[in-house]
């Protein structure tokens, strides 16, 4: 006989939970703005296309963190997409997915001035995802980039570090010595993990790269807590023992840099439409929004 949904609660002697309902926000007590609440999000089917947005003054280039795309799954699901077909000039350049913020930077230089010039533009907004904030950043500040780049909204971005980074430094690349061996293994550029750790972001990074006049910063942050099912789920854990609220990777903290907008209830791969039940779309949107009102 085939069990009901009532007979395996009543076998199991508990509630059945799906792994895609859970509380949204992190803790029970939100000590933050929200920029983007629950209400605001929306499942894929929920999505109504509407092309009256808001256009900015300048294109916008899409810069991805660490590991970029991967197979069958693009950074930014719908994103870009959905941008154009509102008539925004949208740039989303692949950079390397593993490399040193330094060269992820020059590669990222690099489609800015391309954008510029495909586009016509005198400037550009960068939307940057996780460590594509801190690219964004270096290019700006050490590349030249202040004089090519209007605004830069951060979504994510472990700006002061990423504990559990840490973590997996001390306690899995570092007793298997995994900066030596990686580089001849693997075909592309490992410093990534070594550039998201606190020490490296707060001793190193942010003391030499100040923020530039002329440069408008914004920063949005996730604070949401996934699912048990969830891959983030034990590294949510380990950053909310160090950190406290966070996305799964990055704590509200770590992501507040300029001008902080507020908090998405949204895990760090839902921000960029890694979910099959959570829509990116609607964020950008209101991203967009911002940039927009503030003539960018």
């Known amino acids: 006989k085939n069990l009901g949904m009532n007979s395996i609660r009543s076998c199991c002697g508990r509630k059945f939970t799906s792994p895609y309902k859970r509380r949204r926000f992190s803790s029970e007590v939100k000590p933050y703005p929200q920029f983007f609440t629950e209400q605001d999000v929306k499942k894929p089917q929920e999505f109504v296309f509407e092309s009256n947005i808001p256009k900015p003054r300048y294109p916008i280039v899409l810069a991805h963190g660490m590991g970029g795309d991967k197979p069958f799954l693009r950074y930014f699901y719908r994103v870009a997409d959905d941008l154009r077909a509102c008539g925004i000039m949208v740039e989303q350049p692949e950079v390397f997915r593993y490399g040193t913020v330094y ?19 005198e400037k550009v907004n960068i939307i940057g995802h996780s460590m594509g904030g801190l690219d964004a950043r270096y290019l700006i500040t050490h590349l030249g980039g202040h004089e090519h780049v209007a605004s830069l909204v951060t979504i994510g971005s472990p700006h002061r570090g990423s504990s559990h980074c840490d973590w997996c430094i001390k306690n899995i690349a570092d007793p298997l010595r995994a900066d030596k061996w990686l580089h001849e293994v693997l075909p592309w550029e490992v410093g990534a993990w070594w550039n998201l750790t606190r020490p490296f972001l707060q001793d190193e990074f942010n003391p030499k790269t100040p923020d530039m006049e002329g440069v408008r910063y914004y920063s949005v942050a996730g604070d949401a807590k996934p699912s048990i099912y969830n891959p983030l789920y034990l590294p949510y854990l380990n950053t909310a023992k160090f950190e406290g609220a966070n996305d799964g990777l990055v704590s509200v903290e770590s992501a507040k840099w300029g001008t902080f907008l507020g908090t998405v209830p949204l895990d760090h791969g839902e921000q960029i439409g890694w979910s099959l039940v959570v829509d990116a779309r609607p964020l950008f949107r209101k991203i967009i929004n911002v940039i927009s009102e503030e003539g960018h």
């Open 103 to 121: 060269k992820r930077a020059e590669q990222l230089r690099q489609h800015v001035e391309r954008a510029k010039k495909e586009f016509k533009a």
